[in-house]
């Protein structure tokens, strides 16, 4: 069964530091490309960062640039966000997300996690 | 970053009935658009890829048109699954998301 499941979310003081993972399984993880997608509660998704499939190409969105980093750990297929400086707007649902063709980075998001929540407050 | 509109922001209608959303980008998304549908509580189930492709296992009743910077979704008929939230994303450039149109009982 092709599954995502993202860990790692909690309770952050602003300004603090969290580390989200997305253990994939099921699929060639190396073979794709993964994504991050937030949702706020209660609106609408927002794409938060993109990595390809051999790491060689990343981009985000211009509200986390500078405070996420995205990596991924082929040879463990999991994918990471390091999430700096977090500010009470990056409260959200996090989704790790799979790209639907094969070394495509940028697509459309066929395998979705069921997400892991992130509170930033103090 | 191209900016995604969607329309209505809710749509009221019955069971069996059809409806018709719609997705406006700011700019030529070309073909490089996808639907989704999120009931609470799960995470978005691809429908549509690429303006017009239904994605594996998506019911026929469920269709896609358009291109250039207006697309269409339509649910011919109207299932008491179907109502939920949709949300149309491009991949033209780096992904961006509409807002999303609520499809709720009438």
């Known amino acids: 069964e092709v599954q995502l499941v993202e860990s790692g979310g909690g309770l952050v003081q602003p300004g603090r530091s969290l580390r989200l993972s997305c253990a994939a399984s099921g699929f060639t993880f190396d073979d794709y490309a993964m994504h991050w997608v937030r949702q706020a509660p209660g609106k609408g998704l927002e794409w938060v960062s993109g990595i390809s499939w051999n790491s060689g190409s990343i981009g985000y969105a211009d509200s986390v640039k500078g405070r996420f980093t995205i990596s991924r750990d082929n040879a463990k297929n999991s994918l990471y966000l390091q999430m700096n400086s977090l500010r009470a707007e990056d409260t959200a649902l996090y989704y790790c997300?799979?790209?639907?063709?094969?070394?495509?980075?940028?697509?459309?998001?066929?395998?979705w996690g069921q997400g892991t929540m992130v509170t930033v407050s103090s | 970053e191209i900016v995604l509109t969607q329309s209505p922001a809710t749509l009221s209608l019955s069971p069996g009935e059809r409806a018709t959303l719609s997705c406006r980008a700011s700019q030529s998304v070309s073909s490089y658009l996808a639907w989704y549908q999120q009931k609470p509580g799960q995470a978005p189930r691809l429908l549509i890829y690429?303006?017009?492709n239904r994605a594996t296992g998506i019911p026929a009743r469920f269709s896609g048109s358009g291109s250039g910077t207006d697309f269409t979704l339509t649910i011919s008929s109207l299932e008491p699954e179907d109502f939920a939230v949709y949300y149309c994303?491009?991949?033209?450039?780096?992904?961006?998301f509409g807002p999303g149109t609520k499809v709720d009982i009438k």
């Open positions: 994303q491009q991949r033209s450039n780096w992904p961006t």
């Open positions: 997300a799979k790209a639907r063709r094969v070394y495509a980075l940028i697509d459309a998001f066929d395998i």
């Open positions: 690429d303006a017009s």
